[in-house]
């Protein structure tokens, strides 16, 4: 995906997180959903496909459908959970993938008695987008974010008492 929109890679900074998982994840209560393929004769033992993210935090002040600066980076009010690092190969898309790890995500948050989710995602993910419209998300935010290609994003609701199961 990074390569296919051309995204710089920051390891050290941005994308840190990728690289310890139970530091910035599992550690903090959160979760990081993996999809992988087995292996193909020749290719390595297992490989990674998609993944996704589900950050649990106190509910964001203010009204819902409204937004708020914390610590530098627009936030979506009434959430209380979000959906993140939801990437798919551009090879095991259209195959439900996505699906299952938005799936996942939800039940996790609805799990953890959260009710409103907040997704941020890059405009030019409009597949992305009508994904989450299909579980019932609607736009109603913009932001550009501080990561390194200052990226312009579309912010989402989810109500997540009235989220779509498409599985």
Known sequence: MFDE?????EAEGYHGDLYD????YFERG???????????????????I??????LFETIPGFTGQTIQIEGR????????????LYVLPSARRL???NALTQAVIEG?????????????????????RLYQRFGAETIAERVLDDPDMSP???????????????
Do not use: N, P
Not at 30 to 48: K, L, N
Not at 109 to 119: F, N, P, Y
């Open 109 to 129: 948050a609805k799990e953890s008695g959260r009710g409103l989710m907040e997704i941020w995602s890059d405009k030019r993910f409009v597949e992305a987008h």
């Open 30 to 48: 959160h979760s990081f959903f993996v999809a992988e393929v087995e292996a193909i004769e020749g290719d390595v033992e297992q490989r990674i």
């Open 5 to 9: 929109y051309a995204f710089t890679w």
């Open 50 to 55: 998609g993944t996704s993210a589900l950050k």
């Open 153 to 167: 994003e579309w912010g989402l609701i989810l109500r997540l008492e009235s989220a779509k199961s498409l599985s």
């Open 74 to 85: 627009t936030r979506l009010c009434g959430t209380d959970c979000s959906l993140d690092r």
């Open 21 to 24: 998982l139970r530091a910035h």
């Open 96 to 98: 439900g993938i996505g």
